[in-house]
């Protein structure tokens, strides 16, 4: 029974690896997975009961991050709709090629810490297109991008899902996690900034312009954006002091921003502010990815409930006898397949019985797996939203990119390390 499962696991996590060669959405293979994984080892066990019981354990847990997903999904996508992102692009002024190049890599850094590694991806990919007409020069900005959008996600509780993950499942809080990995997550920023910054030389060729339409009036872009930025920074504050889950924040956010925008379009024409309502943002949000996510984590759920996770855990502690050592294997692994698995695997794998809330083991995987993503253009969310977008090659990442994100890696996680040994931290 367990063989069959495992095998199912790693034949679904192949085809999820190599979705862009076999085409088929990694969404469906990790549902399919999911569901044929359950499937087997309920057919295999006498007790059904316990099984139905384990089987709602793990969506219970999962479901709390599905809806912060959605909710945090959402807020950006009617921010985006009221062309709120605006706002940002009309503060770039600057053509120099290097400048334009730091201003972009810490709005990715600080953005994502706020919003999330994803959509901060999404949106300076369409930044981007209308400040620079190079693509070859556009590429490495992108390339950049994904290492900054990463590393920023890694520091945050919500600019990541593996850190928001952690969060959620009670092994690391807010003011420990921001305290202890932003340093580290700066300098695997800036390392790999300054060698790719040498490439850029010059000013950059913009876009020609065209007439904007936008739909929305100065007041209701800034309000919007501000509000759905100040109702994300909300979420931590509101779970520090309600001691809720933080997709109860979210719903409560989105909630609060669902009624001020019926607001303040209800003498409009229903034409013209259907594009501008929750109701259009709710289905233009990345479902799939949502539905990849709960395939994946359910997955999980399964090798967690039989066992496999746990022998893995001990295989690993036998073999290499080191924390620093199992995790930074697990982030460098992040790159290579997703880091949402990884990061569920280890939490099925080491209890907090073993490794309490903002113990070292737990900070340090919030670093490596948020940031080791970066190494290949496949091994974030990031890096597969830009790979989209731009059609970014893979080969084209690995021989320009890869090699500048592993120094930066591992100049982050040694600050880490060093930082832990001599403060404390």
């Known amino acids: 029974m367990e063989?069959?499962?495992?095998?199912?696991?790693?034949?679904?996590?192949?085809?999820?690896?190599?979705?862009?060669?076999?085409?088929?959405?990694?969404?469906?293979?990790a549902l399919v997975t999911a569901v044929l994984c359950w499937t087997v080892y309920i057919l295999t066990q006498s007790d059904k009961l316990l099984v139905h019981h384990q089987l709602q354990e793990h969506l219970g847990e999962v479901s709390g991050i599905l809806f912060f997903l959605l909710g945090a999904m959402t807020i950006v996508e009617l921010i985006d709709a009221h062309d709120g992102f605006q706002i940002i692009t009309e503060k770039i002024k600057t053509k120099n090629a290097l400048k334009?190049?730091?201003?972009?890599?810490?709005?990715?850094?600080?953005?994502?810490?706020v919003l999330d590694n994803l959509t901060t991806t999404i949106v300076?990919?369409?930044?981007?297109?209308?400040?620079?007409?190079?693509?070859?020069?556009?590429?490495?900005?992108?390339?950049?991008?994904?290492?900054?959008?990463?590393?920023?996600?890694?520091?945050?509780?919500?600019?990541?899902?593996?850190?928001?993950?952690?969060?959620?499942?009670?092994?690391i809080n807010v003011i420990p996690?921001?305290?202890?990995?932003?340093?580290?997550?700066?300098?695997?920023?800036?390392?790999?900034?300054?060698?790719?910054?040498?490439?850029?030389?010059?000013?950059?060729?913009?876009?020609?312009?065209?007439?904007?339409?936008?739909?929305t009036t100065p007041f209701e872009r800034k309000f919007v954006f501000y509000l759905g930025v100040c109702t994300l920074i909300f979420v931590p504050i509101f779970k520090t002091i309600t001691h809720l889950p933080p997709y109860m924040a979210i719903l409560f956010g989105l909630g609060v921003m669902w009624i001020i925008t019926e607001i303040i379009h209800k003498d409009k024409?229903?034409?013209?502010?259907?594009?501008?309502?929750?109701?259009?943002?709710?289905?233009?949000?990345?479902?799939?990815?949502?539905?990849?996510?709960l395939g994946i984590l359910v997955s999980i759920g399964a090798l967690q409930s039989i066992g496999t996770l746990g022998k893995l855990a001990t295989t690993l502690d036998q073999t290499f006898h080191n924390e620093s050592v199992i995790v930074i294997i697990i982030g460098v692994l992040s790159s290579i397949v997703d880091n949402v698995p990884l990061v569920a695997a280890a939490q099925g794998m080491y209890p907090l019985s073993q490794y309490p809330t903002d113990h070292f083991f737990w900070e340090f995987l919030a670093y490596?797996?948020?940031?080791?993503?970066?190494?290949?253009?496949?091994?974030?969310?990031?890096?597969?939203?830009?790979?989209?977008?731009?059609?970014?090659?893979?080969?084209?990442?690995?021989?320009?990119?890869?090699?500048?994100?592993l120094i930066g890696f591992f100049s982050g996680a040694g600050v880490y390390l060093l930082q832990h040994l001599l403060l404390g931290l």
């Open 3 to 29: 063989f069959a499962i495992i095998l199912i696991f790693i034949l679904g996590y192949l085809s999820i690896a190599f979705e862009h060669v076999i085409n088929i959405n990694k969404a469906a293979t």
């Open 368 to 405: 490596t797996t948020g940031t080791g993503g970066s190494i290949l253009i496949i091994g974030s969310a990031a890096g597969v939203a830009a790979m989209g977008m731009e059609k970014i090659d893979f080969i084209w990442y690995l021989k320009n990119i890869t090699f500048w994100s």
């Open 269 to 293: 024409d229903e034409d013209d502010k259907n594009f501008l309502t929750v109701v259009y943002a709710l289905r233009k949000i990345d479902t799939p990815s949502i539905l990849f996510f």
């Open 124 to 171: 300076l990919v369409s930044l981007l297109r209308k400040l620079i007409s190079d693509r070859e020069q556009k590429l490495f900005y992108l390339g950049i991008v994904v290492i900054a959008a990463n590393a920023g996600g890694a520091w945050s509780p919500i600019g990541d899902v593996t850190t928001t993950m952690l969060w959620i499942g009670g092994q």
């Open 100 to 113: 334009l190049l730091w201003i972009i890599s810490f709005i990715a850094f600080f953005l994502s810490a």
């Open 177 to 215: 996690i921001i305290t202890k990995l932003f340093i580290p997550s700066l300098v695997c920023l800036i390392i790999p900034l300054l060698l790719i910054g040498r490439k850029l030389k010059g000013n950059v060729i913009p876009p020609e312009k065209t007439e904007e339409n936008l739909t």
